[in-house]
């Protein structure tokens, strides 16, 4: 029998495998992360911590500038996936970026 020389992400595989098929099979529980979502987003303050107009942030963010007035107005409220995007914005707009500029 020839003994395979796995990479290291192929040695991760095959440790998180394991890791399922022992919570599968009742041997071990996952470890569980929770994220809490804000209730309250403060667009305009972000947007303004930024410096950015509301043009600019809709551009640069991906993010329908009718929505935006809308959230900075208070006639509507960001659901959760966009309040956790707008938290991550705020928090680390650098990283969001890099996320979404097109590599050539």
């Known amino acids: 029998m020839t003994k395979t020389k796995h990479s290291k992400m192929g040695k991760r ?28 987003v403060d667009v305009k303050a972000i947007r303004s911590k930024l410096g950015l107009s509301q043009a600019e942030f809709s551009r640069r963010y991906a993010v329908s500038l009718r929505s935006l007035q809308e959230w900075e107005q208070g006639r509507r409220r960001p659901e959760s996936a966009v309040r956790a995007y707008l938290t991550v914005i705020e928090r680390d707009q650098d990283a969001v970026e890099k996320a979404l500029t097109k590599k050539s």
């Open 13 to 40: 595989l095959i440790a998180a495998m394991k890791e399922v098929v022992d919570h599968v099979e009742g041997r071990a529980a996952l470890p569980m992360r929770y994220v809490e979502i804000p209730q309250d």
